[in-house]
């Protein structure tokens, strides 16, 4: 609990109060229908909706503070008022919850791809290394082994904050997070003190949202440049950078923090040889900032080499052994919903992955290829109201490394999926793939058609456990789809 005044003492931005009042504040939410007595009540303007508009419903339950970016005349409550709600509510989440990330050693995780498995493996090292560990992903937030729903990869900075001051409290020395571009270009999460930041890779994504390639890498450059902001002379910051991708130069240049790189070349400080793929384990030569280590694990895939090279130069910056390294490396059973095998009793495989841009379709798809003996089957499908231009690029992916490719839909949202199927079908070049619009009955489709030694790649949704069609959620589950099916089968 604090006073209004004393959360607007250091806030380093121009505002404005309008109907003075100093309220003590309880807690903070962009959320209307989260508010409760006390609340300071952020209104995010957002594309369809104004949280503006829900300022007399925060009124209503409770809420004795509005953080605003116009005037709300009819309101009797004091109001602060900003030019951009989003980046002014990181500061005051981090002053109202007492600057939490300041004493958690806090790493951040952005690029296109890997982030979500980066956050499982390090948090397989860090307990393995006896520490307390919290992890903010796409899948889940997690303190200690307590999950908690998230709606957001990178959540808006009121829950995010709380959550780190939850965090402090269950006595947590790691916090691994996932930094969506978005989440960076919204900034949302300005004011962490990171003391390491991961960069693993930059193919197109999210270009619905940022105009151009180049503004997409510039949102996630900022995680660098924010990177040591808040001297420490305790804890140094680094940051930790594959060197394999294109993009690598202009994450280096962009923090003034000491660089680890990361790549399969000994022109990086950490780095991986003799990579040996199987469809059960993946074995590799780790060198470089260690003495030549071999590690076998059963997260599948060359782009899985990578995750476990950031994940292990962060843990080695982190003061972490390599003996404990390589043993949490080699005990990760997998990560949900990532190059995840349906648990079969048939001669043909099943795989479901998130997969849902061109380059980490061609990734899995390619090592899929190196060890599949039958066809590949790959069921794709794209999301609605998302970046329209990487739906044929999709299609084009599964044709090129498949053998047979059946369109699906993905999460459609509030377009029709056939349209979208229509985009995808634009980037094919054989008119020979399957149509089958419906997710469930596309599942039952390939394994229908999977014979002996065949690998089915179910691709896009990877953890989820719902679809979006239209406005309503449904519950849905690739893996679950494919299993019950598979059971049924064998039952028949
Ligand atoms: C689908 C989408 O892009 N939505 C964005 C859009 O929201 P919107 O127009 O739908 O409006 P809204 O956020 O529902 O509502 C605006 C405000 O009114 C409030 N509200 C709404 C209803 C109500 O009854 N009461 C109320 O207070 C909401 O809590 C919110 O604060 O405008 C908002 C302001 O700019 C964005 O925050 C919001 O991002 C949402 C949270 C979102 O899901 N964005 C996705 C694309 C995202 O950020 N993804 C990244 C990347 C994931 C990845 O890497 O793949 C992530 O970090 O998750």
């Known amino acids: 609990m604090k006073e209004l005044q004393t959360l607007l003492e250091r806030l380093p931005f121009v505002y404005q109060i309008i109907n003075e009042q100093n309220p003590v504040i309880t807690h903070m939410t962009t959320d209307s229908r989260e508010v409760k007595a006390g609340a300071l009540f952020a209104c995010i303007k957002g594309y369809t909706v104004d949280g503006h508009d829900f300022a007399q419903q925060a009124y209503d339950q409770g809420a004795v503070a509005l953080l605003v970016e116009h005037e709300l005349t009819d309101s009797p ?5 900003v030019k951009d709600v989003f980046r002014v509510l990181s500061f005051l989440a981090n002053e109202m919850y007492d600057y939490p990330t ?3 050693h806090m790493i951040g995780i952005t690029g296109t791809n890997g982030k979500t498995s980066i956050t499982y493996i390090l948090e397989e090292i860090f307990k393995k290394n006896k520490q307390q560990t919290a992890l903010v992903g796409t899948i889940q937030m997690k303190i200690g082994d307590k999950s908690f729903p998230i709606k957001n990869t990178t959540p808006e900075p009121s829950y995010l904050f709380n959550s780190f001051q939850a965090m402090k409290q269950a006595n947590v ?18 004011g962490i003190d990171f003391d390491i930041a991961v960069f693993t890779n930059l193919t197109q994504d999210h270009l619905d949202y940022h105009p151009s390639m180049m503004d997409y890498r510039l949102a996630k450059e900022r995680l660098f440049q924010q990177l ?12 930790v950078i594959n060197a394999d991708d294109a993009y690598a130069e202009h994450f280096i240049h962009a923090t003034s923090q000491p660089v680890v790189t990361y790549g399969l070349t000994p022109a990086s400080d950490l780095y991986a040889t003799d990579i040996q793929l199987s469809a059960t384990q993946t074995q590799f030569t780790l060198s470089g900032m260690v003495d030549e280590v071999r590690i076998t694990s059963k997260l599948i895939g060359k782009f899985n080499v990578y995750n476990m090279l950031a994940a292990t130069a962060t843990a080695l910056k982190s003061g972490v052994s390599m003996n404990v390294i390589k043993a949490a490396l080699e005990s990760l059973p997998g990560v949900k919903g990532r190059f995840q095998s349906v648990q079969t009793n048939t001669h043909y495989s099943v795989i479901v992955d998130y997969a849902h841009t061109p380059d980490s379709l061609k990734n899995v798809l390619e090592t899929i290829q190196t060890f599949a003996t039958g066809k590949i089957y790959c069921v794709v499908g794209c999301g609605g109201d998302r970046d329209k231009t990487k739906r044929p690029l999709m299609a084009h992916v599964s044709e090129t490394y498949s053998d ?4 699906t839909s993905d999460n459609p949202r509030t377009e029709d999926p056939e349209t979208i199927i229509k985009d995808m079908e634009k980037g094919l070049e054989s008119s020979n793939y399957v149509v089958e619009i419906d997710r469930k009955q596309a599942i039952h489709r390939a394994i229908d058609l999977a014979r002996e ?29 494919a299993h019950d099916y598979l059971e049924k089968r064998l039952g028949d």
């Open 77 to 81: 409550l004091v109001q602060i008022k």
């Open 102 to 104: 300041n004493e958690m």
């Open 173 to 190: 020395d790691h916090c691994m997070m996932e930094v969506s571009s978005h989440a960076l270009e919204e900034g949302r999460v300005r």
């Open 404 to 407: 047979v490719t059946i369109l």
């Open 228 to 239: 040591g902001n808040r001297y420490d002379p305790v804890r140094p910051k680094y940051a």
């Open 453 to 481: 030694s065949d690998v089915i790649l179910i691709a896009g949704k990877g953890h989820e456990t719902y679809q979006i069609i239209g406005r309503e959620t449904y519950p849905f589950d690739d893996y679950q789809v």
